[in-house]
Structures are given as structure tokens and as C-alpha cells.
């Protein structure tokens, strides 16, 4: 099973920029396709951005499309999520995922450690 590692996130004010990064190791992560979660205080976790094995498909929700781009860099081994325009929404704990592109958590085989992304208005 591949292990996460996440890095990144903060406290940023709306409108503002940051990265996400999720490293990769213990399989190989080019055999994965991988997703991006985040889960606010109170509500379910969500499916925010995934990308395949090769990085030529990718998938947004709605509620991110236009603003956030998931990428990855299979030489190392690493999957990023950048974040741009960021809203006080978009205020949660960001959770990076191993295995399939789907909007569906229990599809994913492996999980980050979680990373708070904090917007302030």
C-alpha cells in the first residue's frame, strides 16, 4: 500500500493563493490514480479535484472548477492541488487519496494526514 504524506496549507486571506503538496511512497505512485478531499468542521467529507495515473484527465466539483488545479509529477512521486481565489468556503482540513478518481471516499485506498487550510475574510 503507498503512503501519504501531506505539506502545505495554512492561513491565507480570501482571494489569496496557496499549495497543497501530497508525496508518495511504498508503491508505485505512477499506478495510481489519486484525489484531493477536504472536510469542514460539522459537514461530510468532500470530493474536491482527482487526476488518473498519467495526469491527462482530471476532475473538479463545481464548487472549486476554475480556481483549484490538481497536478502531479509521477518522478516525484508527488501530487499537488493548487488553490487560487480562495473563499472563507473553502475554509477545511484538505486530505489527499490514493487509487481512483471517483467523487466516492471508500473507493480510495489510501489517505494523507490531513492539512488545515484556514481563509480569512
Known amino acids: 500500500q503507498v503512503q501519504l504524506v501531506q505539506s502545505g496549507g495554512g492561513l491565507v486571506q480570501a482571494a489569496g493563493s496557496l499549495r497543497l503538496s501530497c508525496a508518495a511512497s511504498?508503491?508505485?505512485?505512477?499506478?495510481?490514480?489519486m484525489g484531493w478531499f477536504r472536510q469542514a468542521p460539522g459537514k461530510d467529507r468532500e470530493f474536491v479535484a482527482s487526476?488518473?495515473?498519467?495526469?491527462?484527465?482530471?476532475y473538479y466539483a463545481d464548487s472549486v472548477k476554475g480556481r483549484f488545479t490538481i497536478s502531479r509529477d509521477n518522478a516525484k512521486n508527488t501530487v499537488y492541488l493548487q488553490m487560487n481565489s480562495l473563499k472563507p468556503e473553502d475554509t477545511a482540513v484538505y486530505y489527499c487519496?490514493?487509487?481512483?478518481?471517483?467523487?466516492?471516499?471508500?473507493?480510495?485506498?489510501?489517505w494523507g494526514q490531513g492539512t488545515q487550510v484556514t481563509v480569512s475574510s
Open positions: 511504498g508503491r508505485t505512485f505512477s499506478n495510481y490514480a
Open positions: 487519496a490514493a487509487g481512483s478518481t471517483t467523487v466516492w471516499s471508500s473507493r480510495y485506498d489510501a
Open positions: 487526476i488518473d495515473w498519467s495526469g491527462s484527465r482530471t
